[in-house]
Nanobody
Framework: QVLLVESGGGLVQPGGSLRLSCEVSGVTFAYYTIAWIRQAPGKEREVVSSVSDDYESASYADSVKGRFTISRDNARKAVYLQMDNLRPEDTAVYYC?????????????????????WGQGTQVTVSS
């Protein structure tokens, strides 16, 4: 059984920081690309960042580039998203998602529908 568990969400003021964590089990973690995907009320899901299995490729949506940093620890089977200089428009439910790296490429890396495995999500609210 594949299981992804997110943690670290919460309420933060604009300009603040949060660090999200995602622990993965039930797959050979080292073979999987992991992504952080968010969905704000009334908006479509957005892939904000992903990291490849070999850690050679980390990608970011333009909306978070320079503010968010993704990392992974293959020994702990975990992926992290450090979010700095948060803005009210970053408010959303953040999901950790995964799929085998062989199934992902530049054409579908930013397609939320390309990821087969999802966590339950963690709420991030940026508000004063």
């Amino acid at each position: 059984q594949v299981l992804l568990v997110e943690s670290g969400g919460g309420l933060v003021q604009p300009g603040g920081s949060l660090r999200l964590s995602c622990e993965v089990s039930g797959v050979t973690f080292a073979y999987y690309t992991i992504a952080w995907i968010r969905q704000a009320p009334g908006k479509e899901r957005e892939v904000v960042s992903s990291v490849s299995d070999d850690y050679e490729s980390a990608s970011y949506a333009d909306s978070v580039k320079g503010r968010f940093t993704i990392s992974r620890d293959n020994a702990r089977k975990a992926v992290y998203l450090q979010m700095d200089n948060l803005r009210p428009e970053d408010t959303a439910v953040y999901y950790c998602a995964a799929d085998h790296s062989a199934l992902l490429n530049s054409g579908n890396l930013y397609d939320p529908g390309a990821y087969d495995y999802w966590g339950q999500g963690t709420q991030v609210t940026v508000s004063s």
